[in-house]
């Protein structure tokens, strides 16, 4: 049998209303540096060629993302993801990985990640109320942005990359478990 608080819903040990925006917050910003590793890793290869315009500006557009969580991290003193070394290194990798087998496969990591932070997004602006409606406001505007990347990467090949299927699972995968890193830790 489960029992939920009568004045919640929450179960016992289920995090509080604050302590799930923090970890909207912490998450967030996570995410949106670890977009930004992805891209850098991607223009370290990439950066010459045709595709090099497009993900500069889809860089340029996560760093305006990364600027307003920062903001907030600082505001409502949020404690950073403590794996943002791992973000670090796991971004760039990511990015200089799927590059290397070409734009389209950039591209399609690019639309995969998207496609989950779509998701993402679209659960935290369910979740949160007017009470956050800020919060709320930001992270339906950033769902449309990264929706807008995704759809970019499509227009620029990416599901003729190689091994598409599996390369996008993989990429999927891994940024389904960062999330729950992220959010956690």
Same mark, same amino acid.
């Given at each position: ?11 016992? !040990? ?6 799930? #925006? ?26 010459? %060629? ?27 003193? #949020? ?7 791992? +973000?670090? #290194? ?10 290397? &087998? ?7 990591? @690019? ?11 679209? %659960?935290?602006?369910?979740? &949160? !109320? ?19 990347? !995704?759809? @970019? ?13 599996? &390369?996008?699972?993989? #990429?999927?995968? !891994? %940024?389904?478990?960062?999330? +729950? ?5």
């Amino acid at each position: 049998m489960t029992t939920t608080t009568p004045t919640t819903g929450r179960l016992p !040990g289920d995090p509080t209303r604050e302590e799930l #925006v923090e970890r909207m917050i912490r998450v967030d910003h996570a995410g949106e540096y670890g977009a930004i590793r992805i891209y850098e890793g991607q223009l370290a290869v990439l950066g010459r %060629s045709p595709a090099g315009p497009v993900i500069r500006e889809m860089a340029a557009k996560e760093r305006e993302h990364l600027e307003t969580f920062s903001r907030l991290v600082v505001e409502r003193r #949020v404690r950073p993801s403590a794996l943002q070394p791992i +973000w670090h #290194v796991a971004g760039f990798a990511l990015g200089a990985a799927t590059a290397l &087998l070409g734009a389209k496969a950039a591209m399609a990591c @690019t639309e995969a990640v998207e496609e989950v932070i779509d998701e993402h997004y679209d %659960s935290q602006v369910r979740m &949160l !109320g007017d009470d956050e409606a800020e919060l709320r406001a930001i992270c339906e505007q950033y769902r449309e942005e990264e929706v807008e990347h !995704g759809a @970019t990467a499509v227009e620029h090949g990416a599901r003729e990359a190689i091994a598409y299927r599996p &390369l996008t699972a993989v #990429v999927k995968a !891994g %940024s389904r478990a960062a999330i +729950w890193l992220a959010e956690r830790f």
